[in-house]
């Protein structure tokens, strides 16, 4: 199992730094992870849980590498998440915390509605994050829930 | 030579309507086309033309058919252009005519400045419409400098 620690102490390097320091504009976001964004969630066997399944929740946006500048901005502006290698020349955002997906993603995205038809993800994505923070994942009726919703999501993004 | 004629009466169906009147934000359309935009500029061997060759810049935002509405609204916030099948199940808003792209596309990118690097391909592209606009894609001299700068564009978007 693969631990991903956010760590605050995790810093770019100094030509990165200037750039990050541009502050984006909600409504920029907004735009940017409807062209970009994807809300997924795993539903992955996992011997060591009681269901049997891990629920793996995370918002992401990959980019390629040479714009690993607006992922930062992009960590910054949500204060928290991770940018990481995602394969070959992309780069990816992720935020997989549950207290960061309940308490700062989600808000977010419904106080500033996406406009593309990712919203209908986010809204399903928003569902099962509310049934983990109430711990429904560990229970194997709250794990076939959450499967069902997954399955209906993740219209074809990149991540 | 395709002739394409960006209509004004070109009307969507009354389903797209409600949806079309919502209105962008200036700030999302940035963050969309950061995303998802594309500036590109053809330069076509063409045995019609004096030079032998034919200029064709065009701004185009791609997305899935689902989301044909936000196109749409594209094309209403700019004021020009088209929405058009482009390939399988992907439709294109896509904006060819000199006169838009000098009068609107390129004025609305200067205001609100990109913030990927997709910001450099529009500057090139910025470079290739005030040059056509002066009439040097109509010169063998011309249609050299506008050759070099497209070849330094197109970082891998789709159109």
């Known amino acids: 199992m693969e631990l991903e620690i956010e760590s605050q102490t995790e810093e770019p390097s100094e ?5 990050i320091s541009q502050r984006l504009d909600a409504h920029w976001v907004v735009g940017f992870v409807d062209g970009e964004g994807c809300f997924y969630v795993g539903v992955n066997p996992h011997p060591d ?3 049997g399944y891990q ?8 980019q390629h590498e ?10 910054k502006f949500f204060g928290c998440g ?3 290698k995602n394969h ?3 780069m990816a955002y992720r935020v997989r915390s549950i207290t960061h997906l309940s308490e700062r993603i989600v808000p977010f995205f419904e ?3 996406l406009k593309t038809k990712k919203h209908v993800d986010f809204l399903k994505f928003r569902d099962v994050v ?4 109430r711990g429904d994942h560990l229970t194997p009726l709250g794990v076939e829930r959450i499967r069902k919703i997954a399955s209906m999501m993740n219209t074809g993004c990149e991540r």
Chains 1, 2 share one sequence.
């Open 15 to 19: 030509t990165l730094r200037s750039v």
């Open 49 to 51: 849980m009681k269901t």
């Open 55 to 62: 629920v793996l929740p995370e918002f992401t946006v990959v």
């Open 66 to 75: 040479r714009d690993i500048q607006i992922l930062y901005a992009l960590k």
């Open 82 to 84: 991770v940018v990481r």
């Open 88 to 90: 070959a020349d992309r």
């Open 111 to 113: 106080k500033h509605p």
């Open 130 to 133: 509310n049934l983990m923070v």
